[in-house]
């Protein structure tokens, strides 16, 4: 009639043993492809993350060394400056221990009165003016007046004009000053100021590069000299 | 009767190969979603290395700013006190120099004013 209930039997059981392995496969099939998607999301990840990771403290290690050479930079500035207001100081102070040195008006008293004339005769020739009013140290007064004169006189002498002089009563110089006059023309338009304090402030002018090298050295960076 | 009991074997045999095969897929999503919780550790563990570098450099920096400070100031002071030797040594001469030119006055009248 057909098969016998051995071969049915038989034939079952194969066709069963064929379902149970083509199960196995596919079960060994997904967890192939599992482990495989599970290493390649979490590698994905991983690597994802850690760029950014990078990036970001790579940024904040490159701003502690920006810091630091700003740092350095600003010491270096500020030592700079330092060191030129240490130098200016000098120089100040030393523009200041001369005029304390050039304040003898009273200790060294014929010198003074040499250097008050010559200061007054400077004063003429530099206004030549006809009309000319002398301003002094009220200290000075009386010594000026009598340096008048003789000042008059040489100056007729050189420049062969005549010049009327007054002597300022109402307004003095500062009794700061160590010494010298002013000197006004031409309704006090004119100024000359003859002091000793202004020939040290022209001449210490002028000679400041001079002052500088002698004081503190030749400056070895510096490139021009004209 | 026998047929019967084969075709219901037959099926518990697919129903139970369709179960393991399901079972197999909800193990592998377990096994992805693993994958972002294991990525998260590792990555957190890295972060934390990659921190603790950059703090002890920060640390670093710190104390060398102070070092440098104090380096850069002990400098200036030594180099404010050589200025003020070198002053000192040096300013002798200038000085009676100055004062001599600031004394002596030679007045003269404008060359285009003088009558021989």
Do not use: W
């Given at each position: 009639?057909?098969?016998?209930?051995?071969?049915?039997?038989?034939?079952?059981?194969?066709?069963?043993?064929?379902?149970?392995q083509?199960?196995?496969?596919?079960?060994?099939?997904?967890?192939?492809?599992?482990?495989?998607?599970?290493?390649?999301?979490?590698?994905?990840?991983v690597?994802?993350?850690?760029?950014?990771?990078?990036?970001?403290?790579?940024?904040?290690?490159?701003?502690?060394e920006?810091?630091?050479?700003?740092?350095?930079?600003?010491l270096?500035?500020?030592?700079?400056?330092?060191?030129?207001?240490?130098?200016?100081?000098?120089?100040?102070?030393?523009?200041?221990?001369?005029?304390?040195?050039?304040?003898?008006?009273?200790?060294?008293?014929?010198?003074?009165?040499?250097i008050?004339?010559?200061?007054?005769?400077?004063?003429?020739?530099?206004?030549?003016e006809?009309?000319?009013?002398?301003?002094?140290?009220?200290?000075?007064?009386?010594?000026?007046?009598?340096?008048?004169?003789?000042?008059?006189?040489?100056?007729?002498?050189?420049?062969?004009?005549?010049?009327?002089?007054?002597?300022?009563?109402?307004?003095?110089?500062?009794?700061?000053?160590?010494?010298?006059?002013?000197l006004?023309?031409m309704?006090?338009?004119?100024k000359?100021?003859?002091?000793?304090?202004?020939?040290?402030?022209?001449?210490?002018?002028q000679?400041?590069?001079?002052?500088?090298?002698?004081?503190?050295?030749?400056?070895?960076?510096r490139?021009?000299?004209? | 009767?026998?047929?019967?009991?084969?075709?219901?074997?037959?099926?518990?045999?697919?129903?139970?190969?369709?179960?393991?095969?399901?079972?197999?897929?909800?193990?592998?999503?377990?096994?992805?979603?693993?994958?972002?919780?294991?990525?998260?550790t590792?990555?957190?563990?890295?972060?934390?290395?990659?921190?603790?570098?950059?703090?002890?450099?920060?640390?670093?920096?710190l104390?060398?700013?102070?070092?440098?400070?104090?380096?850069?100031?002990?400098?200036?002071?030594v180099?404010i006190?050589?200025?003020?030797?070198?002053?000192?040594?040096?300013k002798?001469?200038?000085l009676?120099?100055?004062?001599?030119?600031?004394?002596?006055?030679?007045?003269?009248?404008?060359?285009?004013?003088?009558?021989?």
């Amino acid at each position: 009639m057909g098969l016998s209930e051995a071969d049915v039997t038989k034939q079952i059981q194969q066709m069963i043993s064929f379902i149970q392995q083509e199960a196995a496969e596919k079960v060994e099939e997904i967890e192939a492809k599992a482990e495989e998607e599970f290493n390649i999301e979490k590698s994905r990840l991983v690597s994802q993350q850690r760029i950014k990771i990078i990036e970001y403290y790579d940024k904040k290690e490159k701003q502690i060394e920006l810091q630091q050479k700003v740092q350095h930079s600003n010491l270096a500035n500020a030592s700079r400056l330092s060191i030129l207001k240490a130098r200016d100081e000098c120089i100040e102070a030393f523009k200041e221990e001369i005029r304390k040195k050039l304040d003898f008006s009273k200790v060294d008293r014929s010198k003074y009165i040499i250097i008050l004339s010559n200061l007054i005769i400077q004063g003429l020739y530099t206004l030549m003016e006809p009309i000319i009013t002398i301003r002094c140290r009220q200290d000075d007064y009386g010594l000026v007046q009598r340096l008048i004169p003789d000042a008059i006189r040489r100056y007729k002498q050189t420049v062969k004009k005549d010049i009327e002089i007054h002597l300022d009563q109402k307004n003095f110089l500062s009794e700061k000053l160590t010494g010298g006059i002013e000197l006004y023309a031409m309704n006090d338009k004119i100024k000359v100021s003859n002091t000793i304090e202004a020939r040290l402030d022209i001449i210490f002018h002028q000679m400041l590069p001079e002052i500088r090298e002698t004081l503190f050295g030749t400056n070895h960076n510096r490139k021009y000299y004209d | 009767m026998l047929q019967s009991r084969g075709i219901t074997d037959l099926i518990s045999a697919e129903k139970e190969a369709q179960g393991r095969i399901e079972e197999a897929r909800k193990r592998k999503n377990k096994r992805l979603k693993e994958a972002q919780n294991e990525a998260k550790t590792e990555i957190e563990h890295f972060k934390g290395d990659r921190d603790q570098r950059y703090k002890s450099l920060e640390q670093q920096q710190l104390g060398n700013r102070n070092q440098m400070t104090e380096e850069s100031n002990r400098t200036t002071q030594v180099q404010i006190g050589d200025l003020k030797d070198q002053y000192e040594s040096n300013k002798g001469a200038l000085l009676e120099r100055i004062l001599t030119l600031v004394c002596d006055i030679k007045p003269e009248s404008h060359i285009n004013a003088r009558i021989d």
